[in-house]
């Protein structure tokens, strides 16, 4: 199986802040000619922080000087140096901009894929923060998730029932939110945390870091349901759920 990759587009550093300016100057401008009162603009421009932010995680730069092929072969080495590594595995490691999907034979990359997220964060950018029903919200973002992966990409993995391995910290993050602390989530609960995530990003008033931290959760979560309805998983697992291999070395002594 050779590799495939999805192109994963830059947006310069500089364009994102010539569009987080206007979005700003959109909303004030808006709030002006409609006599909105002071909170009113308050709002306005808290909606436009927040757009401002989503719209700044999709100016990230990604180092380009890691070539594809050993960035997958980083990834495998982070997860089973610590953990027993099974005969076929997908490994998934959920970032800001981008998350990669590797198809691993015991520790080594056969196959893998980049998803850019850019789809998913405009998405995240046009939503208001005030708004009071999060279930539209969560049907967007899980279209937009499903361009990025659609079936075709990652259906020649279907029927291998692979273990898929949480192997990065926001994904690992996401498996314990959703599985209530466990090493191990089934795909139904991701799902189910997608659609509270939407509610929490729509109806909190979080801060900026708190809001940020909940962006990197939603947008992973909505990449995990895409790739785990795709592939056809069953869940997820952290690589502590997999064994630890010095342990098992020592007990075959």
């Known amino acids: 199986m050779t590799a495939t990759l999805a192109p994963v587009t830059d947006v310069s550093t500089r364009e994102g802040e010539r569009a987080n300016n206007r979005e700003a100057d959109a909303m004030e401008a808006g709030a002006s000619e409609v006599g909105a009162s002071e909170v009113d603009a308050s709002e306005a421009r808290e909606a436009a922080a927040a757009r401002s932010r989503a719209l700044a995680l999709m100016a990230l730069r990604l180092p380009d000087e890691v070539p594809p092929r050993e960035h997958a072969r980083r990834i495998c080495l982070g997860v089973f140096r610590r953990a027993t590594a099974p005969g076929r595995s997908l490994l998934l490691q959920i970032g800001e901009r981008a998350s990669t999907v590797v ?44 361009e990025v992966v ?104």
């Not at 520790?107 to 850019?116: G, K, L, N, R, S």
């Not at 789809?119 to 708004?131: C, D, H, I, M, Y």
């Not at 069953?234 to 630890?244: A, S």
Request: proline share 7%; glycine share 12%; hydrophobic share 45%.
């Open 103 to 146: 198809f691993a034979a015991r520790t080594q990359p056969v196959a893998f894929w980049t998803i850019d997220h850019a789809p998913v964060l405009r998405v995240l950018a046009e939503v208001e923060p005030r708004a009071r029903d999060g279930a539209e919200h969560a049907r967007l973002l899980r279209l937009a998730a499903r």
């Open 150 to 253: 659609p079936p075709e990409r990652l259906g020649v993995l279907r029927g291998l029932y692979l273990p898929a391995i949480a192997a990065s910290g926001i994904a690992r993050a996401i498996v314990s939110i959703a599985g209530d602390g466990g090493p191990r989530v089934p795909l139904a609960r991701i799902a189910r945390s997608v659609e509270q995530g939407c509610v929490t990003w729509s109806r909190a008033a979080l801060p900026g870091f708190a809001r940020d931290c909940v962006a990197a959760v939603l947008i992973g979560s909505v990449v995990l349901e895409a790739v785990g309805e795709a592939v056809g998983l069953q869940g997820y697992v952290t690589r502590e759920g997999l064994g630890d291999p010095t342990r098992a070395g020592r007990a075959g002594r």
